[in-house]
């Protein structure tokens, strides 16, 4: 298995508080990205990183943050929660981007009440 | 609509036969990718398959990719317990503006009973 670590795995928070997720990798692989998987919706693309210090949006962006200022870590931002925030976030990561295939972490269920 | 959209959406079999699935998008693409997902888990990678592509095995799993049609279909073949999982296409396009976009579908889930 890939090796991929988010943290924290579960977490309930209440609205308007600021939560960070974590993504660690150990491959060293240049591409990470941050999803958001809901029923109904599929997998999102929230953002993701091309790089140290290299990130961009993905397609539901709004409401989040991310850092990369390591090659093995990449952080996920919500700076004040909100219910519609509630979900399963998965972080993945790839060796040549796209154009391959992706290795996903556990997820993180996180609660916004 | 999802780029990519799976079909069904959920389907039960016994173990020891085959379970098809298919995908349908809506515009060109570079590649797509078949993911499975255990519940509670993350997404495990299965097989890609490349536009100029039209069948790819591994194992126990074929994929064909039809792009006059927009369409491919996976098919695991003498199903067993532990294929039970929700699995899930995902369309690569490019974009107009540069880069690639991997779009996935909302997962048909598969139960394999004994």
């Known amino acids: 298995d890939a090796g991929i670590t988010q943290s924290p795995r579960h977490k309930v928070t209440e609205t308007g508080t600021p939560v960070t997720l974590r993504c660690h990798q150990t491959e060293n692989h240049r591409y990470m990205y941050w999803y958001r998987q809901d029923p109904g919706h599929g997998l999102r693309l929230i953002h993701y990183?091309?790089?140290?210090?290299?990130?961009d949006k993905g397609e539901v962006s709004d409401g989040y943050s991310v850092s990369r200022s390591k090659t093995e870590d990449f952080l996920l931002t919500l700076e004040s929660a909100t219910s519609s925030q509630t979900s399963v976030y998965f972080c993945?990561?790839?060796?040549?981007?796209?154009?391959?295939?992706?290795?996903f972490g556990e997820g993180s269920r996180l609660t916004v009440l | 609509s999802q780029q990519g959209e799976e079909d069904p959406q959920a389907l039960s079999i016994q173990e020891g036969e085959n379970a098809t699935m298919n995908c349908s998008y809506k515009?060109?693409?570079?590649?797509l990718q078949w993911y499975r997902q255990n519940s509670g888990r993350g997404l495990v990678h299965l097989i890609l398959?490349?536009?100029?592509?039209r069948e790819k095995h591994s194992g126990r799993l074929r994929v064909t990719l039809d792009t006059s049609k927009k369409s491919s279909s996976l098919l695991i073949t003498a199903s067993r317990a532990a294929d039970t999982a929700s699995y899930f296409c995902?369309?690569?396009?490019?974009?107009?503006?540069?880069?690639?976009?991997?779009?996935f579908g909302t997962g048909t889930q598969l139960k394999v009973e004994l």
């Open positions: 398959i490349r536009s100029n592509e």
């Open positions: 990183s091309y790089g140290v210090k290299d990130t």
């Open positions: 995902a369309t690569l396009r490019g974009l107009t503006g540069g880069g690639n976009k991997l779009t």
């Open positions: 515009t060109s693409i570079n590649n």
């Open positions: 993945a990561i790839s060796e040549i981007g796209y154009t391959g295939e992706l290795f």
